[in-house]
């Protein structure tokens, strides 16, 4: 608890839903509108506060080992997108499917399939600079057609066996600056050896614009709060931007924890931004629940 003066709490006027998890949670919402309930292929967003509120109007979260228990149900495919192999097992069980994959994600997906058969008939493999099990990673890597490996940092791409052409891609909510120090050693180690390079970088464009901004909006606030669910790619990306321009920035999943935040005497102004997987609604009532405890 601070004194008596009235802090300063600002939401950032550049966070909130991107367009895939936008499209994926309003179409989740508007097929329960219609029916008690309907099955989602894995967490349809990193965001636990907003899977507890899907989850209340009849969105049921099941994984990849469950889907033979739901012949011929209603199942929705999230904005992160699925393998070839899930869709052939979806189509096996003879489920409705609902696919709700971003299209920067579906487009990614197309490119990499197409450059796969480029690759085979040269003994090429695809890198994929991701995290391995984030579930747009294992999509992604279904359309490496077996020639597909993934690297988290520049020191595993040194690991690699650098003997064949290569096609880099990354992950849509992987950094900037991590593609591309691995994009420049790769380029660096393969023309050295004469082999083939490719590269694209397709990370995504509304992650990327969010840059400048939260590093401005975590320099104007003494202090700051990061609302993003823990297993959120580039919710954890944007807060290390933001810890780096405010080392008074703390990252909160959940709204009780705003209740064991300790605010020192010395904050004058707060600023609240969140993932690209964080609703608009969420950062609002965090603010509301710092308004109560500080301001009272």
Do not use: W
């Amino acid at each position: 608890m601070t004194d008596t003066k009235k802090i300063f709490i600002e939401i950032d006027p550049n966070a909130g839903f991107c367009f895939g998890v936008t499209n994926s949670i309003k179409k989740t919402e508007e097929f329960l509108e219609k029916r008690e309930e309907i099955y989602v292929l894995g967490e349809l967003v990193h965001n636990e506060e907003e899977l507890k509120r899907l989850m209340k109007i009849g969105m049921k979260v099941i994984s990849h080992d469950e889907i033979d228990l739901l012949k011929g149900k209603e199942i929705i495919i999230r904005a992160h997108g699925e393998p070839p192999s899930t869709y052939k097992k979806l189509k096996q069980i003879n489920a409705k499917i609902y696919d709700l994959t971003c299209p920067i994600v579906l487009q990614l997906q197309k490119k990499i399939s197409i450059v796969a058969d480029e690759m085979i008939k040269t003994g090429g493999m695809i890198v994929i600079y991701g995290v391995k099990n984030h579930p747009e990673v294992i999509g992604l890597m279904g359309h490496t057609k077996g020639i597909g490996v993934v690297v988290e940092d520049l020191e595993q791409a040194k690991e690699l066996q650098l003997d064949r052409p290569v096609a880099l891609f990354s992950q849509t909510t992987k950094d900037k600056e991590g593609f591309d120090a691995i994009e420049n050693y790769l380029k660096y180690e393969l023309n050295s050896r004469h082999i083939p390079f490719e590269s694209y970088a397709t990370m995504c464009k509304i992650v990327d614009r969010r840059l400048p901004s939260i590093e401005s909006f975590s320099r104007k606030h003494d202090m700051i709060i990061f609302v993003s669910g823990k297993e959120s790619s580039n919710g954890q990306y944007l807060f290390r931007i933001a810890k780096n321009n405010n080392s008074n920035a703390i990252f909160i999943s959940f709204l009780d924890e705003i209740e064991q935040l300790e605010i020192s005497s010395q904050v004058e102004s707060i600023g609240i931004s969140g993932a690209t997987s964080t609703p608009q609604s969420l950062l609002e009532l965090v603010k509301e629940r710092l308004e109560k405890k500080i301001n009272g």
